[in-house]
């Protein structure tokens, strides 16, 4: 069972309940305390709050008629860096300068964290990312995404694209800001996986496909077993000495670097998917 954010034909925003392909809609007026999709995934008992208030009345829609909105109604979408030994090595090569950095926050306690959206900078599913027009060496960096309540707890799982410019990043760390935070620069969705329906996590796989005029222009894949940091870590960093009343979205890193000689260009097609939550699809502009 899945929850996501649609848009109806009529423009009016809704939650729906996804069970094997079918989408049911959810009466988000008949609990006042579960009005929005946050609502819900923050309760004690998402799926059974869900079940509760889903609109039994109208018959199931098809997957494949909605429109799905990000999955985020006001919390903050934060990253992880450096969590996957693929990105360390990738960072190390990019930034011979700073190489030394790169390692010690690999094997560090603390993990390198940032703010990478607020959630109107946030791009739908389908909806385009972007490259910077000043980035010569773009890509995308597909990471599990958690869904943590205001207390702190992991209450599900989604898709996200923390895209970055490397060639920004790579020519001096302190430019990270600009090479992962701009117009366009994160994207997360369709569905989120309540955490009592994931998988066990380790077996997880994440790939990455980026098509270039109906071509594959690259794939690559990776597990959560390669995951140098547990995500209750992550989450417990990212709660230590801050607030959420919101609760938020954290990206936990990516696993998948392409080879250096690739970079994005306009027209792309970027898919994620993650076993167990689905496929972020954006079109990159
Ligand atoms: O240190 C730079 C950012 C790392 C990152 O975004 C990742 O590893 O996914
Ligand atoms: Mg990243």
Redesign the pocket.
């Known amino acids: 069972m899945q929850l996501g954010k649609v848009r109806y034909k009529d423009g009016a925003v809704g939650v729906v309940l996804v069970e094997r392909n079918s989408v049911f809609r959810v009466d988000t007026t008949r609990d006042p305390a579960l009005r929005t999709l946050a609502d819900l995934l923050h309760a004690p008992d998402p799926i059974g709050a869900a079940n509760r208030i889903v609109d039994t009345t109208a018959t199931s829609e098809r997957l494949s008629d909605q429109t799905f909105l990000a999955p985020v109604d006001h919390q903050e979408v934060w990253?992880a860096?450096?969590?996957?030994k693929r990105?360390k090595v990738a960072?190390e090569e990019e930034s011979k300068g700073a190489a030394q950095f790169?390692d010690k926050v690999y094997t560090a306690d603390r993990p390198?964290l940032f703010l990478k959206a607020t959630p109107a900078r946030v791009v739908h599913p389908g909806e385009p990312v972007r490259i910077r027009a000043d980035a010569k060496w773009s890509v995308p960096?597909p990471?599990l995404a958690l869904v943590i309540s205001p207390a702190g707890k992991i209450v599900g799982f989604t898709v996200g694209n923390?895209m970055?410019s490397r060639d920004i990043?790579g020519e001096n760390?302190l430019y990270?800001p600009q090479a992962?935070i701009y117009k366009g620069s994160c994207s997360v969705g369709p569905l989120v996986t309540p955490i009592a329906a994931m998988p066990p996590l380790a077996g997880v796989e994440i790939k990455l496909v980026i098509a270039r005029g109906g071509k594959t222009a690259f794939e690559g894949a990776t597990t959560l077993a390669q995951m140098a940091r547990t995500v209750e870590s992550l989450a417990e960093w990212l709660f230590r000495e801050n607030e959420f009343p919101n609760g938020a979205l954290l990206l936990t890193?990516?696993g998948i670097v392409p080879p250096d000689e690739f970079t994005l260009a306009h027209g792309d097609d970027v898919s994620i998917s993650i076993a167990g939550i689905g496929t972020l699809r954006n079109p990159v502009a």
């Not at 860096?81 to 996957?84: D, E, M």
Request: glycine share 10%.
């Open positions: 990253a860096g450096v969590t996957y990105s960072r790169y390198e960096e990471e923390d970055s990043e760390p990270l992962k890193g990516t």
